[in-house]
């Protein structure tokens, strides 16, 4: 089976662009980056495995993809656009590559539709959690529309919040947990496995290998 291409979208540190790539996955391979920065340390790994990178600030308001960026896409025409703590908002219309708007995906560090949105990235997502004084949170895969957090769920996987967890400390083991689902849900997409039907959530085991 020839590896599906697939184009990851980051604007910081990269820590997903990495086990994106690291996981050397038999089913997809990592075949560009869209950075929304030119200082993002996403970048460097782009540049450290030699792969296509493209810079937009991304500070349009638009829902069409720049020339340039449909450009740059044409030539390496992905199967699936993975965001990797990408910020800014991404187009989800790419003339001449239709197909491509039902494969943007995306991952975010809570059981959406809680604590998503505007504004919910980072450790501003995990303090929510803290203070709401939940004693599950876990981390979701999701289609990508023109709204924060908003597409179709697709997986799932939960973590425990622990009694003295502090953001910082929860974060840590949600993106653990993160790092188990992301490529095992491109995967299964590639596989054809997912979605599942009638818009049910794939729930991941957090305590098997996967
Ligand atoms: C991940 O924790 C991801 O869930 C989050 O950004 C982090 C990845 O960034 N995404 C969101 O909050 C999306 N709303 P990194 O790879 O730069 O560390």
Known sequence: MTQAGIVV?????????SYLIEKKSLLYRVSGVISSNKAAKANQIAEKYNLPLFIDSFNSKSTTASPNLLLWLKRL???????????????????GLEYLSSR???????????????????????????TAKDSVTGASIHYVNEKYDDGRIISQITCPVKPDDCPESLAKRVFQCERKIYPRTIEDLIKGILPLKDKQIYIYNENKKL
């Open 9 to 17: 979208a980051a604007s910081g540190t990269g820590r997903s662009l």
């Open 77 to 95: 025409k992905p199967q699936w656009l993975v965001l990797a703590g990408f910020i800014k908002p991404m187009p989800t219309i790419f003339s």
């Open 104 to 130: 943007i995906i995306n991952i975010h560090p809570s059981l959406l539709p809680k604590f998503g949105g505007k504004n919910m990235f980072g450790l501003n997502v995990h303090k929510s959690v803290i």
